[in-house]
């Protein structure tokens, strides 16, 4: 599609995205349930399988804390909650 503008040619010069994946539980489940859940997950991100697996298919492995990831997901719905009302964005 050689006519199709770049992002930062169509007046987006500071355009970044990506994505993400995470594993949640309810929000009910007792803390000592979910840290035992994230260490097994960042057990399993940092094998070597797993990181190859991940590096072949382009992607980026992270193992975080239950708090960091909160934080994270809660700085995305900012982000992109900007973005949605910015655009107008109405659900269908």
């Not at 309810?26 to 991940?54: M, Y």
């Amino acid at each position: 599609m050689p006519d199709l503008p770049t992002v930062a040619e169509a007046g987006y010069e500071n355009f970044e995205t990506s994505q993400w994946y995470g594993i949640l539980a309810p929000a009910k489940t007792p803390p000592a349930i979910v840290q035992k859940i994230a260490a097994a997950i960042n057990r399993a991100v940092a094998h070597p399988d797993v990181i190859a697996r991940f590096q072949h298919d382009g992607d980026i492995p992270k193992g975080t804390t239950p708090e960091e990831f909160a934080a994270f997901i809660e700085s995305e719905a900012k982000r992109w909650g900007v973005v949605v009302k910015t655009a107008g964005i109405k659900a269908e």
